[in-house]
């Protein structure tokens, strides 16, 4: 909102998946978006979550809000009770508008669904999360913030993908290396050496102070925290990769994004999914 007393914003939305810092709250006429594409294998109309409370301020005063969801399986020509979505655009900061497919291909006009074919435990789909927001520098200078993390499994390598604007943000992911083995770990540590970009691994606490949990709205017991993170460094993309065999399928896990300043204060999160090797737990 546009608020001419100046009025800032720290929040958390826990099913839109994105929260800002109290350290830097979001100003008045400033964007938050969190963006997913969905991993469907056939389009469907997303239907409204209308149980989806906005937390906001130090004191975490309620507003309900609502977001578009993936609607559970229904039956062959089934009838559906779903209300209609609005649109398949960004809409409750939540990007519902799968990737590379036709939706007109899933929804008959009668509102029935078609059976969704089922994706082959070999191959998931890539997974593509978009942070984007704005901050106040050092400097007091205005910042626009875009991070994109992806993953995706080929035929024989995972692959991870980071960009991020500006270059100087220090970005920290739950630490998805405690799933893979010691022989891929290494591989993505040397590939982040190699690009140049720093990569630290600790708690949250470690890095970037104990006011940091309380500032994103974290609990001390939430499960993304519990193995650390990884802090890569600044730098504006990087693409790291390790192999895994063909029989090896890609499983779906939630992780944590957060984004920090040169300072090591966190801006603002959102969780997201990665894909990583389903054998490795």
Same mark, same amino acid.
């Given at each position: ?12 939305? #826990? ?23 969905i991993d469907a294998p056939a389009q ?24 578009? *969801? ?20 960004? $809409?409750?900061?939540?990007?519902t508008q799968p990737l590379g497919t036709?939706? /007109? ?26 942070? *984007?927001?704005?901050?106040?520098d050092a400097n007091d200078e205005k $910042?626009?913030?875009?991070? =994109? ?34 022989? *891929? ?8 050496? #190699?690009?140049?970009? $720093? ?14 949990? #309380? /500032? ?13 993170? =990884? ?6 993309? =990087? ?10 399928? /890609?499983?779906?896990?939630? /992780? ?18 990665? =894909? ?6």
């Amino acid at each position: 909102m546009n608020d001419p007393k100046g009025t800032k914003l720290p929040f958390t939305w #826990e099913k839109g998946r994105i929260a800002r810092s109290t350290l830097f709250p979001l100003e008045g006429g400033s964007v938050a978006c969190s963006s997913d594409f969905i991993d469907a294998p056939a389009q469907i109309e997303p239907v409204i979550d209308p149980n989806a409370p906005i937390e906001y301020g130090i004191n975490r005063v309620v507003q309900g809000a609502v977001v578009f *969801q993936k609607p559970p399986p229904t039956p062959v020509n089934g009838p559906s009770n779903n209300p209609p979505a609005i649109s398949r655009e960004s $809409q409750g900061g939540i990007t519902t508008q799968p990737l590379g497919t036709d939706p /007109a291909t899933s929804v008959q006009r009668d509102g029935t669904f078609n059976a969704a074919p089922r994706e082959t435990s070999e191959r998931k789909s890539p997974t593509i999360s978009i942070l *984007q927001t704005s901050y106040r520098d050092a400097n007091d200078e205005k $910042q626009h913030i875009r991070v =994109l993390f992806s993953s995706d499994r080929t035929s024989d390598r995972f692959e991870i993908t980071i960009q991020k604007e500006p270059e100087n943000l220090v970005v920290g992911v739950s630490d998805f290396l405690k799933a893979l083995n010691k022989d *891929q770990a290494a591989q993505i540590e040397s590939s982040f050496k #190699e690009q140049g970009i $720093q990569l630290t691994q600790g708690s949250l606490g470690t890095f970037a102070g104990p006011e940091a949990r #309380e /500032a994103m709205f974290l609990t001390a017991d939430d499960p993304l925290l519990s193995n650390g993170l =990884l802090f890569i460094g600044t730098g504006p993309k =990087l693409v790291v990769s390790y192999s895994a065999p063909p029989s090896v399928n /890609a499983q779906r896990r939630q /992780a944590l994004l957060i984004v920090f300043d040169a300072d090591h204060r966190p801006i603002a999160a959102k969780r997201m999914d990665i =894909l990583i090797p389903e054998q490795m737990r």
